[in-house]
């Protein structure tokens, strides 16, 4: 009987295990896995973010709420069950430039000295601003529910310049997205390209 017992506990503790990381990653039996499609979409969205922070900051509006907005909708800060482990490595960052946290990529996009987590070096990506953001996707590994995507972006600044970024981005489902995007950004690495 001692037996049987610790039987139906492991399993229990299995099942509930496989649960929780379906739930996390918003794979639940019968749910489409992650497309080419998919990615794409989220790699627009997260451009036409960028955009959107910079113009509302253009403006005189909430830029910083807009950054929030564009974190939580695209990145895993909210999902994964350690709040630090979200991979976030910013082109433009050298003293910090890992960001395991929300408040390290918001002051990374935007640079409020009023928010948690502000870190001095930052100047506000997102805020620079950008009119426009394009990108190129050569390679894309989909696994099931993760996709990683490498490529470039170009930036437009309000002088007509573009700004070539490289890359690499890891996804997971989303299970409850708030945007065209279905997934979350669990790695996020760019950089500028190599210059001899």
């Known amino acids: 009987m001692a037996n049987l017992q610790a039987l139906c506990a492991l399993l229990l503790a299995v099942s509930t295990a496989a649960t929780r990381r379906n739930l996390r990653f918003g794979m639940m039996h019968g749910e489409d896995t992650i497309t080419f499609d998919d990615v794409d979409t989220c790699l627009q969205v997260w451009s036409d973010g960028i955009v959107t922070i910079g113009s509302v900051y253009q403006e005189g509006g909430d830029y910083t709420a807009a950054a929030k907005t564009h974190i939580n909708d695209l990145y895993a800060y909210d999902v994964v069950e350690d709040p630090n482990s979200v991979l976030f490595k910013p082109t433009l960052a050298s003293e910090v430039p890992f960001r ?15 928010e ?17 953001v394009r990108y190129e996707i050569p390679g894309v590994f989909i696994d099931s ?14 002088d007509g310049n573009e700004t070539k970024v490289e890359y690499t981005f890891q996804y997971m489902m989303n299970s409850d997205p708030t945007t ?6 669990v790695t996020h690495h760019s950089s500028l390209p190599y210059t001899p």
């Open 180 to 185: 065209d995007c279905k997934l979350k950004i």
């Open 145 to 158: 529910d993760s996709a990683t995507a490498m490529g470039e972006y170009w930036f437009t600044g309000l």
């Open 100 to 114: 395991p946290t929300f408040g390290g990529a918001l002051s990374y996009f935007v640079a409020d000295p009023s």
């Open 116 to 132: 948690e987590g502000y870190i001095d070096e930052d100047n506000g990506f997102a805020i620079a601003p950008y009119t426009a």
